[in-house]
């Protein structure tokens, strides 16, 4: 007995919906950007930016880069964290790091546009005709900024003990280059306000608290190293 076979039956053919046209909002785009350009010319956001600017560009910049060294000793801590938790530092830390040296590069471009300084001594520390002392110190300070960051993108090519060792001494540079950031923004341009101070001190602090933890860390562990090879026969 043969087995009767259904053939699938074709599918009907949906008719295709011919595309509704709607208005675009596009030739109106441009219009409406220049009339809000017009707006904020008008309310002087511009004036107002660059006066943010002339002061907050530093102070963002310190904060950041306060911060970055903050998540940066964080990260080394394995009493306290896991790996996942370090890795985690690790990540906010290098963001960190480079939302500071974007706000270092503002704020030197703002200074040599409203010629609050020169180009050349801006590049070439102690240079500077009226404070050469104190733009000194914040030219340094971004050249061992930079330097940290660059060490800190390529730590894969100090991968040799002695390369290591010359890897923590280049990044240990962040630390005398915050110093001199402090000293600069504090008494390089006009008088702190008093949230500026506020959030120097914090930083010092932060700075401060953080480095006594890590000290007393090691020295912990220098001990105990000490007493677990001191105790085997």
């Not at 511009?46 to 990260?75: K, Y």
């Not at 480079?98 to 546009?113: D, E």
């Not at 609050?116 to 050249?143: C, E, H, K, W």
Request: glycine fraction near 12%; charge should be positive; charged fraction near 15%.
């Amino acid at each position: 007995m043969s087995r009767m076979q259904t053939l699938p039956r074709p599918r009907a053919t949906r008719a295709r919906a011919r595309p509704q046209l709607r208005p675009s909002a596009r030739p109106a785009l441009p219009a409406a950007i220049l009339l809000l350009l017009a707006v904020a010319a008008r309310a002087g956001v511009a004036e107002r930016t660059q006066e943010f600017l002339d002061f907050g560009a530093g102070v963002l910049a310190l904060v950041s880069l306060t911060s970055t060294v903050l998540w940066g000793l964080a990260a080394t801590d394995r009493r306290l964290l896991g790996s996942a938790h370090r890795l985690l530092a690790q990540g906010v830390h290098r963001g960190l790091a480079v939302a500071g040296l974007g706000f270092l590069a503002l704020h030197i471009w703002v200074k040599v546009a409203e010629d609050r300084t020169s180009t050349a001594a801006a590049a070439v520390p102690f240079t500077d005709n009226t404070q050469p002392l104190l733009i000194g110190l914040g030219t340094m300070a971004g050249y061992l900024f930079v330097a940290v960051a660059v060490t800190g993108a390529f730590r894969s090519a100090f991968s040799g003990v002695g390369s290591s060792r010359r890897w923590r001494a280049l990044h240990m540079a962040a630390y005398p280059a915050w110093g001199a950031a402090l000293v600069h923004g504090l008494h390089a341009g006009r008088p702190a306000a008093g949230w500026a101070t506020a959030a120097y001190a914090l930083c010092l602090a932060g700075v401060a608290g953080a480095l006594a933890l890590r000290m007393r860390s090691r020295l912990r562990e220098e001990r105990a190293g000490r007493g677990g090879t001191g105790g085997t026969s």
